[in-house]
């Protein structure tokens, strides 16, 4: 029914220093290709609505292409960093009973993460034939895309009925958009006693607010073909929770 084939490169940089800090660094450069979009992805997943049927059933070889799913970058930075505030710290050392309690057990931890955009899979409506447009030979990569004009739509042309387009299950050089978030937290830990202990937890979740876009319309003749009009996830919010470990 399907082939797929997927290589990668993995780096990962874990480095632990004194007084309470650690940082964790995970790259992975990667390239997935099939010959049919994947069913994770139509059933609700983050490209479920960037797939193409399969075109032309006795020609698999010609719907070999980037997976919907493909993301050939994806990098992750996290940090824990204990501040240098109260008993044995390098600030308020010499702070004891409440004020011992109030100055000490502060964490800060952040996650940084980018991912490049998805492939995109251009359709087409075609009356007794196939499902995607014909090239004009030129790509549709912007080099400035815009919300309302995220690729080159002149790039595609309406193929004559009862025919198959020649443009490919997904672009090569065209993408959605990259997502970007940064989220951080700060953890006061508090011991009640020798097995327990409360934890106030103050966290913000895209602290930049930084828009995570949705992919581009991708159905020629459409008239929001080529516009991005969604975003994902959500925009910045911020909790606050509390917590006994005992």
Request: hydrophobic letters at 40%; zero cysteines.
């Amino acid at each position: 029914m399907a082939n797929s084939i997927y290589h990668s490169l993995q780096l990962k940089v874990d480095k632990r220093f004194s007084k309470g800090m650690s940082v964790l660094v995970a790259y992975t450069l990667s390239k997935l290709i099939t010959d049919s979009n994947n069913t994770v992805s139509n059933n609700g997943g983050p490209a479920a609505n960037n797939t193409t049927n399969t075109q032309n059933w006795y020609n698999l070889r010609s719907e070999r292409s980037l997976s919907e799913m493909d993301v050939p970058r994806n990098l992750v930075v996290s940090f824990v960093a204990e501040l240098p505030f109260g008993p044995g710290k390098r600030f308020l050392s010499a702070s004891r009973g409440v004020g011992a309690k109030l100055a000490g057990g502060w964490q800060l931890n952040g996650i940084t993460s980018y991912r490049a955009g998805f492939p995109l899979s251009i359709s087409a409506i075609i009356a007794g034939g196939g499902n995607r447009p014909n090239s004009t030979g030129q790509s549709a990569s912007l080099s400035s895309p815009s919300l309302k004009k995220w690729f080159d739509t002149g790039a595609f042309l309406q193929p004559a009925s009862f025919s198959l387009g020649n443009v490919g299950r997904t672009l090569p050089d065209t993408r959605g958009p990259a997502i970007f978030n940064l989220d951080l937290s700060l953890l006061k830990n508090i011991r009640l006693a020798e097995r327990a202990q409360l934890q106030l937890r103050f966290e913000y979740f895209n602290v930049t607010n930084t828009p995570p876009f949705g992919l581009p319309n991708t159905a020629l003749g459409s008239g929001a073909f080529g516009r991005v009009q969604s975003t994902l996830l959500l925009p910045r919010v911020g909790q606050v929770a509390a917590k006994i470990i005992f």
